[in-house]
């Protein structure tokens, strides 16, 4: 199994500022990589696909980057319906396999 | 407009068994991956398996190979998901996602696996 290594695991942060979340695959991915973003008790939204495009209607301050074994998510300016925890998923081999998780806090 | 909405919560025994179901609206139903995943209380999430139901032939995570089922009924544009010999690890969230990409989900069943 391909396993998805997240970090940080959680961090605080204030509205405004820039926050970068990285995700290190076990082997290459290629390009097959997704971020999500959770909110208690809600299920996931897809925000991010294929490393780096935003998926429809996702504000422009959410990005990704990366090929291969390292990718990055960054907001660029933190809002405050963003506290949220967000993951990582490869979907280049099966099993399908998610990273640990990131909760962004205020 | 795409919806998947998923079957209530469900209370089980250890040992025992639960089918969790997931009815499509808004697109072709066939021709999507649909995929189960679940989330343990305060846990991360966990891909299970997916089928397509125009393939029918699903694929399963190997942790859950044996235990789990994962069936379509196009006729009702329904998943299930059916996860057999249930131990108190198995309570948790379960999700149905459509497509390769996740990018529309079910609101999420609650499983309670307790004696």
């Known amino acids: 199994d391909i396993q998805m290594t997240q970090s940080p695991s959680s961090l605080s942060a204030s509205v405004g500022d820039r926050v970068t979340i990285t995700c290190q695959a076990s082997?290459?991915?290629?390009?097959?990589l997704s971020w999500y973003q959770q909110k208690l008790g809600k299920a996931p939204k897809l925000l991010i696909f294929?490393?780096?495009n935003l998926d429809t209607g996702v504000p422009s301050r959410f990005s990704g980057s990366g090929s291969g074994t390292d990718f990055t998510f960054t907001i660029s300016s933190l809002q405050p319906e963003d506290f949220a925890t967000y993951y990582c998923l490869q979907y280049d081999n099966f099993p399908r396999t998610f990273g640990q998780g990131t909760k962004v806090e205020i | 407009q795409v919806q998947l909405v998923q079957s209530g919560a469900e209370m089980k025994k250890p040992g025992s068994s639960v089918k969790v179901s997931c009815k499509a609206s808004?697109?072709?139903?066939?021709?999507?991956?649909y995929s189960w995943v679940r989330q343990a209380p305060g846990q991360g999430l966990e891909w299970m398996g997916r089928?397509?139901?125009?393939?029918?032939?699903?694929n399963y995570a190997q942790k859950f190979q044996g235990r789990v089922t994962i069936l379509a009924d196009e006729s009702t544009s329904t998943v299930y998901m059916e996860l057999s010999s249930l131990r108190s690890e198995d309570t948790a969230v379960y999700y149905c996602?459509?497509?390769?990409?996740?990018?529309?989900w079910g609101q999420g069943t609650l499983v309670t696996v307790s004696s």
């Open positions: 294929d490393a780096s």
């Open positions: 996602a459509r497509g390769d990409l996740f990018d529309y």
């Open positions: 808004g697109g072709a139903f066939s021709r999507y991956i």
């Open positions: 089928i397509t139901p125009i393939f029918a032939a699903p």
């Open positions: 082997q290459d991915i290629r390009k097959y």
